[in-house]
């Protein structure tokens, strides 16, 4: 059976950093895109960052260019999502996503969802 499960969200002071992870299991990560996703209180869902299966490449949002990282460690089959500098704009829950193609921040693209992270960004 098929899972993504996200963990490492919480509470942190602006400036502060998180780690996410995306672990996976009943599928290998490395042969999927995996995408971040986050949704905020009355807000769409959208595009945080994502890996290419295969070559890797990375993509994010510009909100995000520079503070956050996404990398994989495929034997583990986690992908991680690191932020770094975060401001209170970045509070919302965090999803993982899984897709068998290229890197895309269209949700509904991706066929498989974890069932989110909270990550809050508050003094």
């Known amino acids: 059976q098929l899972e993504i499960v996200e963990s490492g969200g919480g509470l942190v002071q602006p400036g502060g950093s998180l780690r996410l992870s995306c672990a996976a299991s009943?599928?290998?990560?490395?042969?999927?895109?995996i995408g971040w996703f986050r949704q905020a209180p009355g807000k769409d869902r959208e595009g945080v960052s994502c890996i290419s299966s295969g070559t890797g490449s990375t993509a994010y949002a510009d909100s995000v260019k520079g503070r956050f990282t996404i990398s994989r460690d495929n034997a583990k089959n986690t992908v991680y999502l690191q932020m770094n500098s975060l401001k209170p704009d970045d509070t919302a829950v965090y999803y993982c996503?899984?897709?068998?193609?290229?890197?895309?921040?269209?949700?509904?693209?991706?066929?498989?969802w974890g069932q989110g992270t909270q990550v809050t960004v508050s003094s």
């Open positions: 996503a899984a897709i068998l193609s290229s890197c895309t921040f269209v949700p509904t693209r991706y066929n498989y």
């Open positions: 009943g599928f290998a990560p490395s042969l999927h895109t």
